[in-house]
T-cell receptor, first 112, second 114 residues
Framework: ETGVTQSPTHLIKTRGQQVTLRCSSQ?????VSWYQQALGQGPQFIFQ???????GRGNFPPRFSGLQFPNYSSELNVNALELDDSALYLC???????????FGSGTRLTVV | AQSVAQPEDQVNVAEGNPLTVKCTYS??????LFWYVQYPNRGLQFLLK??????LVKGSYGFEAEFNKSQTSFHLKKPSALVSDSALYFC????????????FGSGTRLQVQP
């Protein structure tokens, strides 16, 4: 059983650029959630995808968008990057019949 | 809206002593409750969860937590701390019947001294 894998592990972008982060969910999991963890804070929910549809969204602007693919992997896209977008982005997968969330190791995004 | 409070930014304990990391929540009804641990530059590792049933939940690495409905608390405990337990601990909640998104506390850094 493979866990959740995220890529890349680290990324440096310039303010105003766009970025795409990727996540492969754990085998058997059809739900993917994305979280933003700023330095010294707890993770904040961005959005969740279930069977390729957005299934809930946190308090993040529309420039944060996502996709889920038929194999349940997912992407997080952020447009018009701002300095405050610098954070650890975490992906978590789960199955619809239980509340076991498996997290990836995250992507550390730095916006300069 | 739901919220989770972890009142201690840091907890210091000597190796071999019992440890407690506190968590209280504000959610209507009986929520689902979770504890996660985070090591430096890593993602979150699941420790335990309360869904239903016995209020005392046993989890990974010897950790346990007690759901107390009247005090709306879900404190994490371990009878004998190890130096390797030193990490950042997060309590999280999902409202029962609500959106299946975790709401996290701000985290508590546990430091176990040898």
């Amino acid at each position: 059983e493979t866990g959740v894998t995220q890529s890349p592990t680290h990324l440096i972008k310039t303010r105003g650029q766009q970025v795409t982060l990727r996540c492969s969910s754990q085998s058997g999991h059809n739900t993917v959630s994305w979280y933003q963890q700023a330095l010294g804070q707890g993770p904040q929910f961005i959005f969740q995808y279930y069977r390729e549809e957005e299934n809930g969204r946190g308090n993040f602007p529309p420039r944060f968008s996502g996709l889920q693919f038929p194999n349940y992997s997912s992407e997080l896209n952020v447009n018009a990057l701002e300095l405050d977008d610098s954070a650890l982005y975490l992906c978590a997968s789960s199955s619809e019949d239980n509340y076991g969330y498996t997290f990836g190791s995250g992507t550390r995004l730095t916006v300069v | 809206a739901q919220s989770v409070a972890q009142p201690e930014d840091q907890v210091n304990v000597a190796e071999g002593n019992p440890l407690t990391v506190k968590c209280t929540y504000s959610v209507s009804g009986n929520p689902y409750l979770f504890w996660y641990v985070q090591y430096p530059n890593r993602g979150l590792q699941f420790l335990l969860k309360y869904i239903t049933g016995d209020n005392l939940v046993k989890g990974s690495y010897g950790f346990e937590a007690e759901f107390n409905k009247s005090q709306t608390s879900f404190h994490l405990k371990k009878p004998s701390a190890l130096v390797s337990d030193s990490a950042l601990y997060f309590c999280a909640v999902i409202p029962r019947g609500g959106r299946r998104a975790l709401t996290f506390g701000s985290g508590t850094r546990l430091q176990v001294q040898p």
